[in-house]
């Protein structure tokens, strides 16, 4: 799931600004988030900010500066901007979702669910949707609510039933429930739209191990357990190191 799209998303939507120092000043942040020289392109904003006039021009100036904030870990402060630009445009889906992420990595989670709530009520379809039921499912899984994480990312799959990284979340939260078999579910619809996904191939080999019985797992002379084990390995071969536990107690033996 792509959380910052909205970047691009409005760079057209710039050509209100209206005086020729603001729109220099607008176009030279752009710039400088591009090349994710934030501190400069705050800079540009605040000029475009103190010499524009218009109110769609100071909208988009408050929304980037407000990304500019964020691209310095300035979350509070950028939270501030996302405000005034609101106040400008009230029915603008994507400042309010900006907003709440912005609160989401402020740890500020009762007012980012406020705002992704409310961007449901404006869209319920779209990518601004889709945005929002991931932030909700992911502050659901922050605060271990595994199973209404798992809700929101079933709302997402509705909409987007070939985003890889959804699959891989609900089957974390899925394992998170002790939920074996449904995580594997959704590790093995990871794979599929994602063939080389390293944490999905991890996860779903711990889980397939969850479920061989007890017994199997303590005999002395277990070989190798060839399903999980096969997953573990590519997992590793492909750089994951958490999985060398599982291995060294269950895939020594394995060919």
């Known amino acids: ?7 691009m998303a409005v760079l057209a939507a710039t050509s209100g600004i209206g005086q020729e120092a603001a729109q220099a000043a607008f176009s030279a942040g752009v710039a400088h988030l591009k090349a994710k020289e934030f501190k400069d392109a705050e800079n540009s904003f605040k000029t ?29 402060e950028a939270i501030t901007f996302f405000t005034e630009a609101i106040r ?3 029915m603008d889906p994507k400042t309010y979702l900006d907003r709440g992420a912005a609160y989401a990595r402020s740890r500020k989670n009762a007012d980012a669910i406020k705002d ?14 889709q945005a929002a039921y991931y932030w909700l499912g992911r ?14 990312y079933t709302k997402l799959l509705q909409l987007a039933p070939t ?35 390293m944490e999905a191939l991890a996860n779903r080999g711990v889980c397939k191990i969850n479920l061989v ?5 303590q005999d002395k002379d277990l070989d190798c357990l060839d399903d999980p084990c096969e997953d573990l390995l590519k997992a590793k071969a492909m750089g994951d190191t958490s999985v060398e536990d599982m291995i060294y107690l269950y895939c020594k033996k394995c060919k």
């Open 1 to 7: 799931m792509k959380t910052m799209f909205l970047f």
């Open 48 to 76: 475009a900010l103190e010499v524009g006039e218009t109110e769609q021009g100071l909208k988009m100036a408050n929304v980037y500066m407000g990304f500019a904030l964020n691209g310095q870990g300035k979350h509070s």
């Open 88 to 90: 400008i445009d009230p």
């Open 116 to 129: 992704f709530q409310y961007v449901l009520t404006l869209d319920s379809i779209s990518d601004q949707a």
């Open 139 to 152: 502050i659901a899984d922050a605060e271990r609510d595994h199973e209404l994480a798992i809700e929101y």
């Open 163 to 197: 985003d890889f990284e959804v699959y891989y979340l609900r089957g974390t939260a899925k394992s998170n429930l002790m939920d074996s078999e449904g995580a594997i579910e959704d590790f093995d619809m990871a794979l599929k739209y994602k063939p080389d996904y």
């Open 213 to 217: 019985p007890m017994s199997t797992k």
